[in-house]
């Protein structure tokens, strides 16, 4: 915006340039003109009158002396001529040229190229620019995806052989419940690219969909075939996950879900699988039940390693926190794979707070807390939802904390960019 308006002035300064620069250089031109009109007169002046002088000279009307007199004063007479701003002699005077003309040509200037602006040009959309239209707005939601996957589809027929487009078509597919036509364009990118884990994967939760939501022995083969030539495919682990969820065996759905986290990969949503496993480990300890409290039944305390973090928020960053976001913390081990060995997260309204990281807060993997001898430990305190930080974020983190050590102060003093 500000620079279509320095255009415009710029525009402007050049037309009033095209009036004014003539109009002082004619003013000069006069000026100098009127300057040589002037000087010529007295030069021809001066040469009559010494003409008349000399011939007097000659016919002994004047001797030497008066003559050099007389011509002394002819000349001093013409300095002063010349010195003079006019010269009477002049019949006609060179008259300057008045500022009503470059004036009125100016305020004409400006005052069409506001008319014409104003009722021609764009000046309401430059004030107001218009919001750019939704191409889907009035269209559910089964209308817009069979939207898109009409374009995939065309997509796939300009390009036979992309099998980019062939995999984002079959996603579109079991998106829009057509799990049919999914396998098939998975098998036509296997066809395409050869066998892998990243294909069989979504090729079996098209037909585990297919099927109700329940596991065949077709399906299984591709599970497990996915599984042996990548362990950790998300797409085959998520499927793994979400079967054992829903048959009740969560602890095998918390250890497929783990796995995907262990990977550190980027395209996954972390909040939404801790989320998932959370549930499940609530939904297994909600069937095994709790234990009567009395001495034959309470089982016989053993001290277990833990991490007390207290955390805080540095008084430069306290303006920055919210009652509605997330603190999330994480017990990372120093040496080896960089796996969470343990994350629990609390609102912000909890904050400053002491925190307990020990094995009942590991993330379902094999290796615990108890395990490691030192850890790093991570908090973000998310506005976003997310445990990856996002712009406006807060994060701290302190490195060799002692398992089972004496608690340790964690300031949130870190503003993420």
């Known amino acids: 915006m500000t620079t279509f308006w320095i255009l415009i002035a710029f525009v402007v300064l050049i037309g009033l340039m095209l009036i004014w620069v003539p109009h002082f250089r004619q003013q000069r031109l006069l000026e100098a003109e009127e300057a040589g009109v002037r000087k010529q007169t007295n030069l021809e002046l001066f040469n009559e009158r010494l003409a008349i002088l000399e011939k007097e000279l000659a016919e002994d009307l004047l001797d030497n002396q008066e003559f050099e007199a ?18 009477e002699s002049l019949v006609n005077t060179v008259k300057p040229k008045g500022l009503l003309w470059p004036v009125v040509m100016s305020v004409t200037l400006l005052g069409i190229s506001g008319y014409m602006y104003q009722h021609l040009g764009q000046y309401e959309n430059v004030a107001n620019p218009p919001r750019a239209a939704n191409p889907h707005e009035g269209m559910t939601a089964e209308q817009i995806m069979s939207q898109r996957v009409q374009m995939m589809e065309m997509a796939v027929q300009a390009e036979p052989d992309n099998s980019q487009a062939w995999f984002n078509l079959g996603h579109a597919y079991i998106s829009a419940n057509r799990f049919d036509e999914a396998v098939n364009a998975f098998d036509k990118v296997m066809a395409l690219v050869g066998t892998h884990a990243e294909l069989l994967g979504p090729k079996a939760t098209a037909l585990y969909y297919k099927n109700n939501q329940q596991m065949s022995a077709e399906i299984q083969a591709l599970v497990d075939q996915s599984l042996a ?20 065996n969560y602890q095998k759905a918390i250890d497929a879900w783990q796995s995907i986290l262990s990977t550190q990969r980027t395209d996954i949503d972390r909040t939404a699988l801790m989320n998932a496993i959370e549930t499940a480990r609530m939904k297994m300890a909600a069937e095994s039940g709790e234990m009567p409290q009395d001495s034959v039944h309470q089982p016989v305390a053993k001290a277990v390693p833990t991490v007390t973090v207290q955390i805080s928020v540095s008084p430069e960053l306290a303006a920055n926190v919210s009652d509605s976001d997330m603190l999330f913390i994480f017990a990372r081990a120093t040496e080896g794979p960089k796996v969470p060995l343990a994350a629990t997260k609390i609102s912000a309204k909890a904050l400053p707070a002491t925190i307990t990281l ?15 001898k030192q850890v790093e430990i991570i908090a973000v305190l998310s506005k ?17 904390v002692d398992v089972g050590g004496e608690s340790v102060n964690l300031v949130l003093d870190t503003l993420v960019q």
Do not use: R, W
Request: hydrophobic fraction near 30%.
């Open 70 to 87: 007389l011509k002394k004063e002819l000349e001093i007479s013409l300095l002063q001529d010349i010195k003079q701003g006019s010269d």
């Open 229 to 248: 030539l990548d362990p950790q495919d998300p797409s085959t682990l998520l499927l793994v996950g979400m079967d054992s969820f829903f048959t009740a």
């Open 358 to 372: 020990d094995d009942s807060t590991n993330m379902g993997g094999d290796v615990k807390l108890s395990s490691a």
């Open 384 to 400: 976003h939802g997310s445990v990856k930080p996002q712009s406006g974020d807060l994060k701290g983190s302190l490195n060799g």
